[in-house]
C-alpha cells in the first residue's frame, strides 16, 4: 500500500485552521490552511478532516493509496467531546446506539458507537478562543469513539441528544494516537496502518 518515496505526518491541528492546502472558493479566502503550520512535500494531503472549530490529531500523506484505506476501512477514532451541561446516561446510551442526525438535507442513522464520560477533564492547551467559563453551567467531558465520519457528525449527535458540543479535540486514529505532540506541532511517521 506505501510506497518507499511516500510521506507520513501526524498533526495536531489547532482550532482556526482548515484541513486543507489551498483554497476552494472565494469564501475561504481568509482562512488559515495547514501549509502555514510546516513545509510538507509537494502532493501532500489529510486524511480526512477536521472542520475550522475542531482540534486534535490529523494524518497526512502522499500515499492516496494510503488516504483511501484510512478513510474507508472503518477504522476508528477517537474524540474527546466537551459538552453544554452534566450528559445523562440515558444521552450516553443514545449516542452509543445511534443517534438521527441529517446529512446533506436526509435523515440518517448513525453507525452505533463508543461513548463514556471522562472522569477528568483532560489536560489540552487552552483554545485560541476562549469556549466559555463556570458562570454559564457546568459542562462534561466525553470519550467518543466512531467508525465513520459523516460531516460535523459529533456535533450533531450531541446536540441531537440535547448537549451541544463546546470543545472538539480528536485524539486517535486507528493505533495513532497525539501521544505527547504539541497543539500546532507535525510529527514524521514511518508508516501509517
Keep these: 500500500m506505501t510506497k518507499k518515496a511516500d510521506k507520513h505526518y501526524k498533526l495536531f491541528k489547532p482550532y ?6 489551498v ?6 479566502r481568509h482562512k488559515r490552511l495547514l501549509g502555514e503550520l510546516y513545509d510538507f512535500p509537494s ?13 486534535g490529531l490529523l494524518l497526512l500523506t502522499t500515499s492516496g493509496a494510503t488516504s483511501t484505506y484510512i478513510t474507508s476501512t472503518g477504522i476508528e477514532k477517537e474524540y474527546y467531546v466537551q459538552v453544554d451541561g452534566l450528559i445523562t446516561n440515558q444521552a450516553l446510551e443514545t449516542l452509543q446506539n445511534g443517534v438521527n442526525i441529517t446529512i446533506n ?14 472522569l477528568q477533564a483532560p489536560d489540552f492547551p ?18 467518543i469513539t466512531l467508525t465513520e465520519g459523516k460531516f460535523r ?5 450531541t446536540a441531537a441528544v440535547g448537549f451541544p458540543t463546546l470543545r472538539l479535540v480528536r485524539v486517535r486514529i486507528g493505533t495513532i494516537t497525539l501521544g505527547n505532540l504539541q497543539m500546532g506541532a507535525v ?3 514511518q508508516t501509517i496502518q
Design 16 to 21: 482556526g485552521f482548515i484541513s486543507q492546502f
Design 23 to 28: 483554497i476552494n472558493g472565494k469564501q475561504k
Design 43 to 55: 502532493g501532500t494531503m489529510a486524511i480526512g478532516r477536521l472542520d475550522e472549530t475542531s482540534e
Design 105 to 118: 438535507g436526509k435523515k440518517y442513522l448513525t453507525k452505533s458507537c463508543k461513548a463514556a464520560v471522562l
Design 126 to 143: 487552552r483554545r485560541g478562543k476562549k469556549i466559555r467559563d463556570s458562570r454559564h453551567g457546568p459542562t462534561s467531558w466525553l470519550s
Design 153 to 157: 457528525q459529533i456535533r450533531k449527535m
Design 187 to 189: 510529527a514524521p511517521l
